[in-house]
């Protein structure tokens, strides 16, 4: 199923039967992975007085219940709602799905202490490349991803003035495969998401953060189309599903 599409003058051609899903699940499983210092997500039979939503039980159908939260249990879009105190719903400003992307790969670095990922690091893998999209996938990149329980591990992130750089590069749609732009523990500075959308200025509501991504190895840097998909939440975040394509 091969489409062509027209970007900009130029003319893409995708193979849609052949998506590079890069989104982790949620999972009721106890590895599944984990951010922030919750529980795991719970996937269970509805019950109520002469009723249990599972067929396994005996009853018609299986109706369950599901508990997680989206900045923990898995890949998850937001908008600049997570940090304002507007509490804007990604689902009411992201209004378009499909998007001309970048994948790169970066090796966070030691500095102070801690893993980042630097604007050198960015302007190293990007060249002269301005795009709408940015995949982010950071080495080393081992499955242990998929189940990986962050809380109090102190993961990568990225430094303010490599998010100054995205987001003047004109990177409307940043994906990542770490739980959170920022450093885990820094006493709410928000420093990278509140650069990425320009909280002090002309404040950027479009403009979506998705973290939790995988990217697997046979997925090569460079251009993709990219199928940003985003449950329907009225919430500053939802679970999603991105879905890369390769360009023939």
Not at 45 to 73: Q, V
Request: proline content about 6%.
């Amino acid at each position: 199923m091969k489409t062509t599409i027209t970007h900009k003058a130029n003319q893409y051609q995708i193979d849609l039967s052949k998506p590079l899903d890069i989104s982790i699940p949620i999972t009721s499983k106890k590895d599944n992975v984990n951010a922030w210092y919750v529980d795991a997500p719970t996937i269970e039979p509805h019950k109520e007085s002469n009723f249990t939503g599972s067929i396994a039980a005996g009853f018609s159908t299986n109706f369950y219940d599901i508990s997680f939260n989206p900045h923990a249990h898995g890949t998850h879009t937001e908008c600049v709602g997570h940090i304002s105190k507007e509490h804007q719903s990604v689902n009411r400003y992201l209004k378009q799905f499909f998007f001309l992307a970048e994948v790169i790969t970066v090796t966070p670095i030691k500095q102070k202490g801690d893993l980042v990922i630097t604007k050198d690091e960015l302007e190293n893998a990007l060249g002269s490349k301005s795009p709408t999209a940015l995949v982010i996938r950071t080495l080393p990149n081992t499955a242990s991803k998929l189940k990986r329980q962050y809380s109090h591990t102190n993961p990568p992130y990225i430094l303010e003035d490599a998010m100054v750089f995205i987001r003047e590069l004109g990177v409307e749609h940043l994906l990542i495969d770490l739980p959170s732009v920022d450093k885990e523990k820094d006493n709410g500075k928000l420093l990278a998401h509140k650069a990425f959308w320009n909280f002090n200025g002309e404040v950027r509501l479009g403009a979506t953060i998705t973290e939790f991504i995988f990217v697997p190895d046979t997925v090569i840097d460079g251009t993709h189309f990219l199928n940003l998909q985003v449950a329907p939440f009225e919430n500053d975040a939802s679970p999603s599903r991105p879905v890369l394509y390769k360009i023939k």
